[in-house]
């Protein structure tokens, strides 16, 4: 619910003021990826901009229990992993003393949101003309919108030549009898989470990126994981060879995974939750954990937006210049429903706002070359079109690739499993995407999406001289394999 959070962000006290005017350029309702960079803009190009969030701060889920705190948590335990994986093949005896606790990574993650939201608050107040107020905003029409305090001792109705709606979204209420019984990322990596440890077995409901993500940093610092999913595979619409990769990582951790496993209901068992759940064929299953984790996924905040008209199955429906069918209104980041990921917000607030200060539409947001990441041990990145969605739609297309086992940087690292695939178009060379399983996936995916994005062609990526050890020579390494 808006407004009601366990511990609030660090925040100012001018942020609790009504807004100061009644007139705006640009009113942005959200303070999320989808909101802050395009209020940045829009402040540095003149425009007096007011944005509203009820944290009191920038970040939105990201920052207060999603990417942020969950990759602070995952990063301590797989850094710990590595290195005693490093010392135990050159034969140390310290090697099994090192280990991260959760209860050392929750508190590393809770720093690192401090430390940002500070860094927020020093931003908001570098850029003139940005007014940012503590709150809850109710769109009313295209144009107004009201504010009003969380605890509702004031109340104010604004106006806005242009609007920008970045509300995000929220989880998804499962029709499971018992959910209750589970926990989500709010308990798991929430701002100052009361949840500091983590039993010794979990059940983690949901086989999409978040409860992958989960399953593996929890079994990883030594925790028993069943992982259910309901369709046949998990990380559905993946490319098939990083799904692969990605199940023999859990199973090699450990990590029970149970496909075609509908979810039913979850029952207090003494100390212990029982899930059941429903195959496709009738026949019945439970699974047993000390916890039980929800990762079933998020969907758009569309709450308050149905009166407008810009609402279309679920969603706030956009063009690709962030334009909804109401003129003045704008819609990004999770509320749009598309890529549901921080970076594609960021991008999509930049270019409404770059269009809201040409005065009409220039520029547009370029989804294809927007990167996915699955942050485990080692990573998994895709960009673009896959060597799986170019053959289903029939695209005549090469695939290059290159086996980390001989990168120099991989050895250095210890970790020496992975590759890198690069697919390119027949006939024009253009690289139109690629995937990369292994060290710093995440990393190296961004040089292929830039290549999509600017019809880069494979012997322009083959050319490039790429700094040596790092991992990104992977990318050249592959590229120079194409035969022009």
């Known amino acids: 619910?808006?407004?009601?959070?366990?511990?609030?962000?660090?925040?100012?006290?001018?942020?609790?003021?009504?807004?100061?005017?009644?007139?705006?350029?640009?009113?942005?309702?959200?303070?999320?990826?989808?909101?802050?960079?395009?209020?940045?803009?829009?402040?540095?190009?003149?425009?007096?901009?007011?944005?509203?969030?009820?944290?009191?701060?920038?970040?939105?889920?990201?920052?207060?229990?999603?990417?942020?705190?969950?990759?602070?948590?995952?990063?301590?335990?797989?850094?710990?992993?590595?290195?005693?994986?490093?010392?135990?093949?050159?034969?140390?005896?310290?090697?099994?003393?090192?280990?991260?606790?959760?209860?050392?990574?929750?508190?590393?993650?809770?720093?690192?949101?401090?430390?940002?939201?500070?860094?927020?608050?020093?931003?908001?107040?570098?850029?003139?003309?940005?007014?940012?107020?503590?709150?809850?905003?109710?769109?009313?029409?295209?144009?107004?919108?009201?504010?009003?305090?969380?605890?509702?001792?004031?109340?104010?109705?604004?106006?806005?030549?242009?609007?920008?709606?970045?509300?995000?979204?929220?989880?998804?209420?499962?029709?499971?009898?018992?959910?209750?019984?589970?926990?989500?990322?709010?308990?798991?990596?929430?701002?100052?989470?009361?949840?500091?440890?983590?039993?010794?077995?979990?059940?983690?409901?949901?086989?999409?990126?978040?409860?992958?993500?989960?399953?593996?940093?929890?079994?990883?610092?030594?925790?028993?994981?069943?992982?259910?999913?309901?369709?046949?595979?998990?990380?559905?619409?993946w490319d098939g060879s990083l799904v692969g990769e990605v199940e023999r990582e859990l199973r090699g951790k450990g990590v029970e995974i149970v496909t075609n496993a509908k979810v039913t209901e979850i029952r207090a068992d003494a100390s212990q939750r029982a899930v059941e759940f429903v195959r496709p064929d009738g026949s019945r299953g439970s699974a047993v954990g000390d916890a039980v984790v929800m990762a079933i996924g998020r969907k758009p905040y569309v709450e308050g937006l149905e009166h407008l008209g810009i609402v279309e199955d679920g969603r706030a429906a956009v063009d690709p210049t962030m334009r909804t069918p109401v003129d003045g209104v704008y819609a990004t980041g999770d509320v749009i429903g598309k890529f549901m990921l921080f970076h594609a917000a960021v991008k999509e607030s930049t270019i409404a706002a770059w269009n809201i200060l040409h005065g009409h539409p220039v520029y547009e947001v370029n989804f294809n070359s927007i990167p996915v990441t699955l942050f485990t041990e080692p990573e998994a990145a895709y960009v673009g079109i896959t060597e799986d969605s170019a053959r289903a739609a029939g695209i005549p297309h090469s695939v290059v690739s290159y086996n980390l086992e001989d990168d120099a940087y991989a050895q250095i690292m210890g970790v020496r499993k992975g590759w890198v695939k690069i697919v390119v178009e027949r006939g024009t060379q253009r690289v139109i995407g690629g995937a990369i399983f292994g060290e710093a996936a995440g990393l190296v995916i961004n040089e292929i999406a830039l290549a999509v994005a600017t019809n880069a062609r494979i012997k322009d990526v083959a050319l490039l001289a790429h700094q040596h050890p790092t991992i990104f020579e992977s990318i050249d390494r592959a590229a120079i394999r194409f035969s022009l």
Not at 27 to 36: K, M, P, T
Not at 92 to 98: K, L
Not at 160 to 177: D, T
């Open 1 to 237: 619910m808006l407004g009601k959070y366990p511990v609030f962000p660090p925040t100012d006290e001018e942020f609790l003021d009504p807004p100061g005017r009644d007139e705006y350029d640009v009113v942005i309702v959200g303070a999320g990826g989808a909101g802050y960079h395009g209020a940045f803009e829009l402040s540095k190009g003149g425009k007096k901009v007011l944005m509203v969030d009820d944290k009191g701060n920038l970040g939105g889920n990201c920052l207060y229990e999603g990417c942020i705190p969950s990759k602070s948590v995952a990063m301590t335990i797989y850094l710990a992993d590595k290195l005693r994986e490093i010392l135990r093949s050159a034969g140390s005896d310290g090697a099994s003393a090192v280990r991260a606790l959760w209860e050392d990574a929750i508190a590393h993650k809770d720093d690192v949101q401090t430390i940002r939201y500070h860094q927020h608050i020093r931003e908001i107040k570098e850029h003139g003309n940005l007014e940012f107020v503590k709150g809850v905003a109710r769109v009313l029409d295209g144009h107004r919108v009201e504010v009003r305090d969380l605890d509702g001792s004031w109340t104010r109705e604004v106006r806005g030549r242009y609007l920008i709606v970045a509300q995000g979204s929220v989880p998804i209420e499962p029709p499971i009898r018992g959910s209750e019984l589970a926990i989500g990322s709010l308990e798991l990596f929430g701002y100052r989470t009361r949840q500091r440890s983590m039993p010794h077995s979990v059940v983690v409901i949901g086989g999409g990126y978040i409860g992958v993500e989960v399953s593996l940093m929890l079994a990883t610092a030594g925790r028993k994981v069943t992982l259910l999913e309901m369709l046949p595979r998990i990380l559905s619409g």
